[in-house]
């Protein structure tokens, strides 16, 4: 079997120019700060030589989608921060997919109630052919229903992959023992990616990045500073890519519970899924 090599060339130290800025708030000054992030970590196994880089992120986003074609997978989304005052919420995903990327089970958790009805998280199942929709409600209890129109799905995908390690200025490569690749260095920025428009006048964002020998990313760890609701906050995100090839995805019981089974729908998540 032959495997992607990762999307990593090894050079001489060089800042990625172009990388762009992000489309935050330029000039804000912010006057009440917090203590730095630290910088996140992502396990490895006994790195072995490492080297100053230039990452290629359109390739790393095409390798990456390609190592998951044809094989079912269990994609994690965490979106975290801390107040000052030490409260703390989690924006959590799940998505499990299948290998043929046609049927798809998300379930997501919101940090703080959402909505008219106080929405605490949903699920969606899509068929191949229609989604049917559970939302949780801190009021109202579960609401079902089968969308007939498209749905915004807020998958992990390999545009996302992308816009990260397109901003990604690294200072550090390192090939494993065992064939996996490790990436950290600074990120000019998360503003204006998919899910993540929450955050204002990032600061101090870094990111460690594995890539697996087959080719697939397998985690990312992003930590930073940044304004929420025009309160600093401390922030980390991680994206995982677990259980390739032996994830389970079935039908959720609560579908029967959706009334009016006519009509189609088609959920917006790049065409096909996660590109």
Same mark, same amino acid.
């Given at each position: ?63 990456? @989608? ?14 975290? @921060? ?42 969606? @199942? ?127 019981? @609560? ?21």
């Amino acid at each position: 079997m032959n495997r992607p090599t990762p999307a990593i060339l090894v050079a001489g130290l060089c800042v990625l120019a172009g990388c762009g800025g992000f489309g935050g708030q330029p000039g804000t000054e912010v006057r009440d700060t917090v203590t730095p992030a630290p910088v996140p970590t992502v396990p490895t196994e006994s790195p072995e030589s490492a080297s100053d880089g230039v990452i290629d992120a359109d390739r790393i986003a095409a390798d990456h @989608w390609r190592a998951l074609d044809g094989r079912s997978h269990t994609a994690r989304t965490s979106v975290r @921060w801390r107040y000052r005052n030490g409260s703390v919420y989690d924006d959590t995903t799940v998505h499990r997919v299948r290998p043929d990327r046609e049927r798809f089970h998300a379930v997501a958790v919101y940090a703080r109630p959402r909505g008219a009805i106080n929405r605490t998280g949903h699920e969606l @199942w899509y068929d191949g052919e229609r989604s049917f929709y559970r939302v949780e409600s801190q009021d109202d209890g579960p609401v079902f229903r089968q969308l007939e129109t498209e749905v915004a799905i807020q998958y992990p995908g390999a545009s996302l992959i992308r816009g990260l390690f397109t901003r990604l200025r690294p200072v550090d490569v390192r090939q494993t023992a065992f064939g996996s690749t490790v990436v950290t260095g600074p990120v000019s920025g998360v503003y204006g990616l998919q899910g993540l428009s929450q955050f204002r006048d990032e600061r101090n964002v870094t990111m460690a990045a594995h890539i697996t020998p087959d080719g697939y990313v397998g985690r990312i760890a992003i930590g930073f500073d940044a304004i929420v609701r025009d309160r600093p906050v401390q922030a980390q995100i991680t994206v995982a890519f677990t259980d390739v090839g032996s994830t389970r995805v079935t039908e959720p019981a @609560w579908v029967e519970n959706v009334s009016g089974q006519s009509g189609t729908s088609t959920p917006v998540v790049g065409q096909p899924l996660g590109t």
